[in-house]
C-alpha cells in the first residue's frame, strides 16, 4: 500500500481458523482488522486436526512455522487397517504433514493476531450483513469496512443475512473425536509389533460400522476420532460406550477409558455448497462457504488457505476494485475446494478411505496446492505429485 491511501479496514466475523488466518494476513498487510467472536472466551472446542501443506506454506507465509513445529508432529506413517489386518502402510515422505491439537493452532494464531495488532471482541454477535460492506452487532450498532470476511462456521448469521442459496448434503456417518493422554507404553504392552507414533485408520464394517482413528497430535497427546453410522445408538453413545468399543479393538483400551474423562459430542458429517461466495464487499470462508466431510482432512486446509488467497487478492486491490477482486478471486480458488468438497464426500459416502492406499493420484491435489504461489491458478495434477 503506497503512504498516500488512507488504511484500509476489514471487519471479520468469526475467530475460527479461517477467520485468525485472515486477521493476521491482513494486519500484515497493513490493514486495520477486527475480529467478532460470538463466544465468551476465544478458544477452540475441537479436538485435533491433520494439516497438509497447503496450510503449511500459509502458516509459513504467516511466520508462524516454527511455532507450529514445536508443538506438533509428523506421525511415521499412514497406516490403514481393515477388521485389524494392516491393508497399507503409506510413509507419506514426499508430501509435507503435521498433526497437531486444536487448541494448539487455534491459540498460535489467536497470539499471532494480538501480536499484530487485530483487535479481538469477544461476545460480539455479528447478526447481518450488506454487500456495501456494513455488519450489524446484535447491539444493534452497524459497523463500515472495505472488506468483511464472512468466517461464521457452518450456521453463518452473514450467509443467512445476504439469503445466499445453498445446500447442505448430510451423510449416513458422523464422528465423535476427544484429546487423551498418549499412554504409548501401555499400548506397547498389548501390541509390541505396532508402531504407535503412526497415524492409523481402524475400519471395522462387520458386524458393525465402527472406525477409530487413531492420529499422534504430539508426545503427549492423542487425538481420538470414533466413526460410527447416525443410526447406530450405542456406537453414537457420548459418553462412548466402552464395551461396544472395547469389544472390537481390546487393543486400545487404555486410550478409549480415556475418552471417559473427557467431554466429546458427536458430529454427523455433511456437506455445504453455497451458489456463491462472495456478494459485494462480502467474502465467504471456511464452514460458512464449504463445510465438508472429513475424509481427505481439508476442512481447515481449504479454510486456511482460501482465507489467505482472499487476502492477498483484496490487498492487491485498490479500494474500489474489491468487488471485482473478490469475484475474480472465487473464480480461481473455489474448483479447488469444490473438488476437495466431492472428493471427501465420495469418500464418506462410500467409506473408500477403507481400502487403503488413498494418498495418491487426484485426491493430492489439495493437499500439495501451493496458495503462496502466484501462479497457483496453472497448477495441473494429473498422476499425483510433481
Ligand atoms: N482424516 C482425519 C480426520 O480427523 C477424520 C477423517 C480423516 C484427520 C475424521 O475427523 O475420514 O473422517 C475422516
Known amino acids: 500500500m503506497s503512504m498516500n491511501n488512507k488504511q484500509r479496514h476489514a471487519e471479520v466475523v468469526g475467530a475460527g481458523f479461517a477467520g485468525l488466518t485472515s486477521a493476521v494476513a491482513l494486519a500484515r498487510r497493513g490493514w486495520s482488522v477486527r475480529v467478532h467472536e460470538q463466544g465468551s472466551q476465544l478458544r477452540e472446542q475441537g479436538a485435533g486436526i491433520l494439516l497438509w501443506q497447503n496450510s503449511l506454506r500459509v502458516l509459513e507465509d504467516l511466520g508462524l512455522i516454527d511455532e507450529i513445529y514445536a508443538g506438533s508432529m509428523t506421525p511415521h506413517a499412514y497406516e490403514t487397517r481393515m477388521q485389524n489386518q494392516t491393508v497399507s502402510v503409506e510413509p507419506l515422505t514426499d508430501v509435507w ?4 491439537t486444536r487448541p494448539f493452532l487455534h491459540n498460535t494464531l489467536a497470539t499471532a493476531a494480538q501480536r499484530e495488532g487485530v483487535e479481538i471482541v469477544t461476545s460480539s454477535e455479528v447478526v447481518g450483513a450488506t454487500p456495501s460492506g456494513s455488519i450489524t452487532l446484535a447491539s444493534g450498532e452497524t459497523v463500515e469496512a472495505d472488506l468483511v470476511i464472512g468466517a461464521d462456521g457452518v450456521g453463518s448469521a452473514v450467509r443467512t443475512s445476504l439469503n445466499i442459496p445453498h445446500e447442505r448434503q448430510m451423510s449416513r456417518d458422523g464422528i465423535t473425536r476427544f484429546l487423551v493422554p498418549r499412554r504409548k507404553a501401555d499400548l506397547q504392552k498389548l ?10 485408520d ?25 466413526m460410527a453410522p447416525v443410526d447406530d445408538v450405542e456406537g453414537t453413545e457420548v459418553p462412548i460406550n466402552l464395551d461396544v468399543w ?7 483400551a487404555p486410550v478409549l477409558e480415556e475418552t471417559l474423562k473427557v467431554e466429546g459430542k458427536y458430529f454427523r458429517y455433511q456437506t455445504t455448497r453455497l451458489d456463491y461466495w462472495v456478494d459485494g464487499r462480502i467474502a465467504l470462508v471456511g464452514d460458512a462457504a464449504n463445510a465438508m466431510c472429513p475424509a ?28 471485482e477482486a473478490l469475484i475474480a478471486w472465487e473464480a480461481i480458488e473455489r474448483p479447488y475446494t469444490d473438488r476437495c468438497q466431492t472428493r471427501s464426500q465420495n469418500y464418506a459416502d462410500t ?26 491458478g496453472h497448477l495441473s495434477v494429473k498422476g499425483g505429485l510433481a
Not at 501390541?191 to 492409523?200: C, G, K, Q, S
Not at 481439508?298 to 487478492?313: P, R
Not at 496446492?369 to 502466484?374: G, K, M
Request: some cysteine.
Open 97 to 100: 504433514w503435521r498433526t497437531m
Open 191 to 200: 501390541e509390541p509389533d505396532t508402531d504407535w507414533d503412526n497415524m492409523i
Open 202 to 226: 481402524f475400519w471395522n464394517l462387520d458386524p458393525r460400522v465402527l472406525r477409530v482413528l487413531y492420529t499422534p497430535a504430539n508426545d503427549d497427546v492423542l487425538y481420538l476420532a470414533l
Open 246 to 252: 472395547t469389544s472390537i479393538h481390546p487393543q486400545l
Open 296 to 323: 481427505l482432512a481439508q476442512g481447515g486446509g481449504c479454510a486456511m488457505m482460501n482465507a489467505f488467497t482472499l487476502v492477498e487478492a483484496a490487498t492487491a486491490a485498490s479500494a474500489s476494485e474489491i468487488p
Open 351 to 376: 467409506r473408500g478411505m477403507s481400502q487403503g492406499n488413498q494418498f495418491q493420484g487426484e485426491v493430492m491435489e489439495t493437499m500439495i496446492y501451493n496458495p503462496t504461489d502466484p501462479n497457483r
